[in-house]
């Protein structure tokens, strides 16, 4: 990501994006996670209160990157003059392929922070507010309005959808850090066919089961 522009004082003027640039380059240079935000701060010569204007924690920061991802990707799609006239469908086909080109932009970092640390299912707490934000989405923008896929589950709950959404996700995710195919391209293609196949077996009982499995699963990561 960019960092910001330098002032012509000796104090850098900083803001969310510059932070998370300069952690992530350290995360990848380093092969480890800045130790404080003192250190941090100090290495980089930032006042650690402009930090903490951004961020509360070395714990926020790390989510707050994956909220970034989020939110390049959903404003990158809805930039696009024809979006708000998709179907449900193609509205979660675009978010998936913006995302995952997003996370090839970051892939070394992405890997690190869930792959290489070491830290197992400690990791999916950096996807805390990034999946908060990923269900609400799903909600607000995919399931905006009735239509010819989730019409078919009227019954089904708006968070029982999200949360089905959320674990396709987590799916695609792991095979994607796991794809060695040229351009990701096994990745393109799973992410039609498993939005394809959700689509055609959409039913209230499937779904009612993947929430509850979906609920449990994040229950036991994040303890």
Request: proline share 2%; glycine share 4%; hydrophobic share 40%.
């Amino acid at each position: 990501m960019a960092t910001a522009k330098t002032s012509k004082s000796k104090q850098k003027m900083v803001d969310d994006t510059s932070i998370i640039s300069l952690y992530m380059n350290d995360v990848l240079e380093m092969n480890e996670v800045p130790k404080n935000v003192f250190l941090f701060c100090k290495k980089h010569g930032i006042e650690e209160s402009d930090f903490y204007s951004f961020f509360g924690s070395m714990d926020a920061l790390k989510q707050g990157i994956w909220v970034k991802f989020f939110e390049n990707s959903a404003e990158a799609i809805e930039k696009e003059a024809a979006f708000e006239g998709y179907s449900d469908k193609n509205k979660l086909l675009a978010l998936y392929f913006t995302l995952f080109e997003i996370l090839t932009l970051n892939r070394s970092y992405v890997l690190y922070t869930l792959k290489e640390n070491q830290e197992g299912l400690k990791n999916l707490k950096s996807l805390k507010e990034f999946r908060n934000r990923f269900k609400d989405y799903i909600v607000s923008t995919v399931k905006s309005a009735p239509s010819e896929v989730f019409g078919k589950a009227a019954k089904v709950t708006e968070p029982v959808i999200a949360e089905g959404a959320w674990i396709q996700f987590l799916f695609l995710l792991k095979f994607w850090m796991d794809d060695t195919s040229k351009g990701f391209e096994k990745t393109d293609v799973l992410i039609e066919k498993s939005v394809n196949t959700v689509v055609d077996l959409l039913d209230t009982k499937p779904l009612e089961s993947l929430f509850d499995l979906g609920k449990f699963l994040w229950k036991e990561k994040m303890q």
